[in-house]
């Protein structure tokens, strides 16, 4: 093997990793955002919240953040087009798991009783 076939891609300069990750990560700041809103609108309301509701909306509270930061461990040492990528796939994947929380929500009393 030479060496100019194992030679890795240098790495994306500074400013373009905090650029990629920081526009990215307003989105997952507004996921974030969004997840607080319903959990304290759910807890306030007049069924309030069970074990497993409050598990649920905790859980998708911290799921974009926990995303966001497995993004960054594997986007930040790519090129800049590959890192968007995964921080768009990371992006999609809260965002399914967002909408599947909202779907059991409404169809599902189990958040509300104990």
């Given at each position: 093997?030479s ?5 890795r891609?240098s790495a ?5 990793v905090?650029?990629i ?5 307003l989105?997952?700041?507004y996921?974030v ?5 319903f ?12 074990g497993?509701?409050w ?9 974009p953040?926990m995303?966001?930061?497995a ?5 930040w ?9 995964i ?12 909408l ?9 009393f ?5």
């Open positions: 093997m060496a100019a076939a194992s030679e891609p994306m300069p500074v400013w373009l905090a650029t990750s920081g526009g990215f990560g989105f997952y700041a996921a955002w969004n997840a607080v809103a959990l304290l609108q759910q807890a306030g309301g007049a069924f309030g919240l069970s497993l509701g598990f649920v909306l905790v859980f998708a509270c911290v799921f953040i995303v966001f930061a993004a960054f461990a594997l986007g040492r790519r090129r800049a087009g590959e890192c968007a990528l921080f768009l796939a990371g992006l999609a994947l809260s965002a399914v798991l967002w599947n929380v909202i779907a059991y929500a409404t169809t599902s189990s958040l509300y009783l104990s």
